[in-house]
């Protein structure tokens, strides 16, 4: 399973990006779908993921700015909107799926977006 990100860069505060992550290979189906971060210094962190039934959950830092959603089976993106400095980090991908070799449900990453925003 390979998860391709896109959409990363540099943006001033108050502004918004829109990233987005495809995944591809030999899939089964994909339980759920997620958004990390992690800045210099600090560790990975959970943003926000969408279940498959469509629940989400986010981190109480970009709760009311940023928006998760499912494109389609094999695809989600994260609308970042109001973004401020301390956003800034790498953005993975992130994917629990089943694949048709193995019914084991397993993580997949994708590379890392850059995101800055200047203030």
């Known amino acids: 399973v390979q998860l391709q990100a896109s959409g990363g860069g540099l943006v001033q505060a108050g502004g918004s990006l829109r990233l987005s992550c495809a995944a591809s290979?030999?899939?089964?189906?994909?339980?759920?779908m997620a958004w990390h971060r992690q800045a210099p210094g600090k560790q990975r962190e959970l943003v926000a993921t969408i279940i498959s039934g469509g629940s989400t959950i986010y981190a109480d830092s970009v709760k009311g700015r940023f928006t998760i959603s499912r494109d389609n089976a094999l695809a989600v993106s994260l609308q970042m909107d109001s973004l401020k400095p301390e956003d800034t980090a790498v953005y993975y991908c992130?994917?629990?799926?089943?694949?048709?070799?193995?019914?084991?449900?397993?993580?997949?990453w994708g590379l890392g977006t850059q995101v800055t925003v200047s203030s």
């Open positions: 290979g030999n899939i089964l189906n994909i339980n759920a």
């Open positions: 992130h994917a629990a799926a089943r694949t048709l070799n193995s019914n084991r449900l397993a993580d997949y």
